[in-house]
C-alpha cells in the first residue's frame, strides 16, 4: 500500500490567510477531517484538522480561563491559547511543522516485507 491509496483525491490545500469560516466550509463540502496549508509556491506550511477546531470560542468548548499562576508565569502561554480558541485565519490555528511525504511512498509495513 502507497500513501496515496489511503489520501483524499484531489487534495485540497488553502493558504495560511484563509479565512476560518471558508477553511471549515471546504472540510464540511469535501468531507475531509484536514486540510494541508501551503504557501504561495506550493510549499507546506502546516495542517487545520478537525482537533484544531475543538476549542472554539464559538463553540463555547474554549476551556477555563488560566489561573493567576500561569497567567504570570508562562505569559506566552495564555496569549497563545487566546490566539488559538479566537484566531479568525487559518494560521491562527493549524499545527505548524508537518511531516510531508510523497503520494508513491510505501507504508512502513510494506518496507518491512521488502
Given at each position: 500500500m502507497i500513501a496515496a491509496d489511503i489520501m483524499s483525491h484531489p487534495v485540497i490545500t488553502v493558504s495560511p490567510y484563509t479565512s476560518l469560516a471558508e477553511a471549515v466550509r471546504l472540510m464540511v463540502d469535501r468531507r475531509v477531517s484536514g486540510l494541508p496549508i501551503v504557501d504561495a509556491a506550493g510549499r507546506p506550511l502546516g495542517m487545520l484538522t478537525e482537533s484544531d477546531l475543538l476549542r472554539r470560542v464559538e463553540a463555547s468548548t474554549e476551556g477555563q480561563a488560566p489561573g493567576w499562576f500561569t497567567s504570570f508565569f508562562?505569559?506566552?502561554?495564555?496569549?497563545?491559547?487566546?490566539?488559538?480558541t479566537h484566531g479568525r485565519q487559518v494560521a491562527e490555528v493549524m499545527t505548524p511543522h508537518v511531516i510531508c511525504i510523497e503520494e508513491e511512498r510505501l507504508q512502513h509495513d510494506d518496507l518491512d516485507e521488502m
Open positions: 508562562v505569559p506566552g502561554r495564555t496569549a497563545a491559547d487566546y490566539v488559538r
